[in-house]
């Protein structure tokens, strides 16, 4: 990757916010008006996982896994800060901050908006994204900042190894404070099928074809011959959750504002606290600019994937999750700026 080219944003990134939407209408407009669609998909599931789902989650999530080298992550002594900052904004503030900022809301100030029930749900579904920090489109943002493209490597490597740790305990442990019980042999077949299988593939391909083709081959050729299907992926899976989702939307789209204000509040914080607690550490920008980033976008992927194995296809807690693909891209193209505009606050790269 050449690092001195101009940041640039795909087309398709740039304007991620106007097809979620486009799918949303069009999901909505099917499920509304034929019914029989998402009902007779409704029937391919094994052990409360959604078939034709996780076909498409599989799509968008095994490219971005190949995308991560595992080699870099015996440097993370090189310079540890970076790291530590990563790890603890990821793992000990954001899923809990995430908690206790929608329960504020969704139970306190939006009380007479919706029910307890509908409450616990888009809870459950604010918690399922606080406790998945991002890991692709990471590698967007720190490009935009002109982050440091190896330590970027390094920073989702070891968040995506601690996700197989952290991410089962964490969520049992925020939903059963939240009075929703959830099984550990779903929340275990979840990540083993979205996290793991993707993890050890991806893996896999990345070391045969570097070794056939070499390593510029893999990166500049083989994986952007992925870009077309994962985006097919994204924007299919969208399709089929709002369309499961059309009655709940239609009765109350005012709910889509609703569970947005608290994921865009707990956005800007995480990102501010990494970010300020970077610059206090004099960390290089290269390297806090990133470290802020993933910590404020969410791996999606996985969230939706997790809702839906959990509560089913047709559940708010759903609904609230695909909100955060709503709200996340406009975000962080806004934080990529103001990162940017911050940059002369930073020390100088060595």
Known sequence: ???????????????????????????????????????????????????????????????????VDFKSVKDVTKNPKGLFITWITNWLIKPFTMFAISWLFFFVIFKFFITPELATDYLAGAVLLGAAPCTAMVFVWSHLTKGNPSYTVVQVATNNLIILVLFIPIVKLLLGVSNVTVPWDTLILSVLIFVLIPLVLGIITRMLVTKRKGKEYFEEVFVKKFDGITIFGLLAMLILLFMFQGEVIIKNPLHILLIAIPLTIQTLLIFFVAFIVSKKLKLSYDIAAPAALIGASNFFELSVAMAIALFGIGSPVVLATVVG?????????????????NKNKFPEVD
């Open 325 to 341: 693909v709503l709200t996340e891209v406009p975000l962080m193209l806004l934080l990529v700026k103001i990162a940017n505009k």
């Open 1 to 67: 990757m050449d690092i001195n080219k101009k940041p640039k944003i795909s087309f398709f990134h740039k304007y991620l916010t106007l097809w979620v939407a486009i799918c949303m209408a069009v999901g909505v407009l099917i499920g509304y008006l034929l019914p029989s669609i998402p009902n007779f998909l409704n029937k391919f599931e094994y052990a409360q996982v959604s078939i034709p789902i996780a076909i498409l989650i599989w799509i968008m999530v095994y490219p971005m896994m190949m995308k």
